[in-house]
């Protein structure tokens, strides 16, 4: 028997991207001295939601999640001695991934590069964007718009170039099941590709050209054999979708392309260490089947859910990947699960459900339909809802958490501090000022960009028309444009978006039946409101600065509603001002706040500070979060009566809690707990 080739590795990359464009170059070129084989950039979110460093809304977040990408200059700086006709190169962004593919188009042609072999990807999928990562900028239409536009300029002008990356990855963090997971996103790419096919910018035959090059970012959660079959499935339904809806003809136009990055919502804070062989489960569902194996990978890293990773915790998840590629024999076998019938049958399965469910969308008129009638959202937060319920009733064991959480000291956390990355707070003041010289100095050498004046012009009118917006967009990219003039001029022709949230449509997922823990709570909410001499107990949940990661804040508006709580939610990407005028103006008895992305430290104290203004000292804060213990501490000292973080998952208790600080705060009596 002759021996088989070894098939090649996947693309290897690190998620990554921080501070400053100079301090991500470093990173870059040092994670690709060490085997990286593909660049995958994370922006801040003033960058992914179309705002520059100094708006209101941008203060805290600046190079926090990811690296400020404000005009021309700072993507030059990102890839500076990088030769982008060599690389591969992912970009995370979505509302404005037009304009940072043209800053990246404008800069490999300043490096003199054949832009038709430029490779890589922009994410572009503005669908989950509405229903869980929150950086959406312009209603669905127009968003739709921007995404039909980028996929017909690049068919034609970058034709290596992946335009959208259709991503179930963050419907999983939001809670869906894989039938979910594979429908929300199978119906996506179905609005998508509808969309191309009927603006009449590509011609029929091209079709085939955009379907190839239409790749998927799905996420791989730690039931591992359901998660390869998941894997399956999803090709099984894209191979029938695209020949049936779409006529493609060629296997190979239809063939499922897919990066990863496993799961991020499975990764605990309690025993952290745990999540390391996590993370290997989970790249063993993408990676074990040859017919259904990820094309690129890129693993989070084991403290992830206690802040922001360092370069040798990005490290240990990059050599995780090489030693399964290079010391095991994975990749010298064709697929070691055909012909299995667990997997055929659970696979069938999962086709079949996704199906009927991807039935159940075109029949409400498709995928943007149900983002805009709240539908695919309430589903998602009840899914998340009763996940919660299972792990905090012990039916779903979560190692660490709700079993076996005893444990020997652990080294690797035992200084804290050190065992994250922190982002220098002056990092925002220096971008800052970074930005205004820029705009000041834009026109002058040795830049001698042209006005931008004209080019956002030009911009504002092919957007009221009908021309495709790709060419408008690179004229501003080379006329030193910044991010948010760019979005400026967008809104003011397409105006800006606020999603369903799914709070109030969600079903309840834990039931008050009598001597449960949510009845208790909901005996101490009713006798609390009596005291104070209102009907019902009314309680703000509020999501400061631009994180749009909303799961949390869901999950906590949800169950204070069930433990009979009037809850105030106003959804996403509020200014401390904004959350504070709330709170007064519906007279609420505490305020919750919610941030992941690092902002806590100045955003909450800004929320105490103006409640303290305007007298209402009575109100108590609570926080929750991505939240390190040494700025806890420093929050409970600056004012705010409780602190939560990602270990504390019983929700039911959460809520009990914020019962007792509303009670402390109006002087009322300790209620007796019942034993």
Known sequence: MTERQKDRPWLMRTYAGH???????????????KGQTGLSVAFDLPTQTGYDPDHI???????????????????????????????????TINATAMWLLALYQVVAEEQGADITRLQGTTQNDIVKEYLSRGTHVFPPGPSLRLTTDMIAYTVSHLPKWNPINIC??????????????????????????????????????????????????????????????????????????TRERYGIEDPKQRRFRYGVQVNSLGLTEAQPENNVQRIVLEMLAVTLSKDARARAVQLPAWNEALGLPRPWDQ??????????????DLLEYDDIFEGSKVVEAKVDRLVADALAEMDRIQEMGGAMAAVESGYLKSQ????????????????????????????????LTADLDTAIQTVDPAVESRVV????????????????????CKALERLKEAAKGTENLMEATLECARAGVTTGEWAAALREVFGEYRAPTGV???????????????????????????????????????KPGLDGHSNGAEQIAVRARDAGFEVVYQGIRLTPEQIVDA???????????????????????????????AGATDIPVIAGGIIPSGDAEQLRAAGVAAVFTPKDFDITGIIGRIVDEIRKANKLDPLEVPA
Request: aromatic share 6%; with cysteine; hydrophobic share 45%.
């Open 19 to 33: 501070s400053t464009a100079e301090a991500s170059n470093e990173l870059y070129r040092r994670n690709l001295a």
């Open 57 to 91: 809304l941008a203060r805290g977040e600046v190079g926090r999640v990811g690296v400020p990408v404000a005009h021309l200059g700072d993507m030059r700086r990102l890839f500076q001695d990088i030769p982008l006709e060599q690389m591969n190169t992912s970009m």
């Open 168 to 241: 179930s990855y963050h419907l999983q963090e939001a809670g869906a099941t894989p039938v979910q997971e594979i429908a929300y996103a199978m119906s996506t790419a179905i609005a998508v590709l509808d969309a191309v096919r009927d603006s009449g910018q590509v011609p029929p035959e091209r079709m085939g050209d955009v379907v190839a090059r239409i790749s998927f970012f799905v996420n791989a959660g730690v039931r591992f054999i359901e998660e390869m079959c998941k894997m399956r499935a999803f090709g099984r339904i894209w191979d029938q979708v």
């Open 315 to 328: 490290q240990w998840s990059l050599r995780i990947q090489q030693v399964l590629a290079y010391e095991s």
């Open 380 to 411: 998602l937060v009840a899914a998340h809802a009763e996940r919660r319920a299972r792990i905090e009733s012990g039916e779903e064991k979560i190692v660490g958490v709700n079993i076996f959480e005893g444990t020997e000291p652990n080294p």
């Open 433 to 452: 000022e970074a930005l205004r010289g820029w705009r000041d100095t834009r026109y002058q050498p040795p830049f001698n960009h042209p006005r931008p």
């Open 504 to 542: 109030s449509s969600a079903p309840v997922a834990v039931l008050a039946e009598a001597g449960s823990a949510l009845a208790d709570v909901r005996a101490r909410v009713e006798a609390t409101a009596r005291e104070l001499g209102v009907g019902k107990l009314r309680f703000l949940v509020g």
């Open 583 to 613: 709170a007064l103006a519906e007279d609420v008895h505490a305020v919750g706040l919610s941030i992941l992305s690092g902002s806590h430290a100045q955003l909450v104290p800004d929320v105490l500070g103006r409640l303290r203004v």
